[in-house]
């Protein structure tokens, strides 16, 4: 979870060998990924919505981008879903 004031980013690892947790990073970080140990190749997923394979000799950089996504909310602050979704035992 990620405080929508914070200018970060959030690298989270689908299916990972080992337990890996979602790593935040500030958001003038380029992270550069090289798939060292790839036999033949792989598939990798963006936001659940795009898809594409690579090889050994790739290279993938994760940058913030210069385009901005607008979002609208109503109702409620983010606090308040957040306390929603997640309630403490106290309040059971």
């Known amino acids: 979870i990620l405080d929508p004031g914070l200018d970060a ?3 989270t690892p689908s299916c990972p060998l080992i337990p ?3 790593i935040v990073f500030p958001s003038n970080s ?3 990924i090289h798939p060292v140990k790839l ?3 792989a598939k990798i997923s963006i936001d659940g919505q795009y898809q ?3 090889t050994k000799t790739d290279t993938i950089t994760i ?3 210069r385009h901005y996504a607008g979002l609208v909310r109503f109702g409620e602050s983010f606090y308040r879903r957040l306390k929603n979704r997640f309630p403490s035992a106290a309040d059971e």
Request: hydrophobic content about 35%; overall charge positive; proline content about 11%.
């Open 20 to 22: 890996t947790p979602p």
């Open 9 to 11: 980013f959030i690298l």
């Open 52 to 54: 594409t394979t690579i």
């Open 39 to 41: 036999k033949t190749k």
């Open 63 to 65: 940058k913030k981008s």
């Open 30 to 32: 380029t992270i550069v």
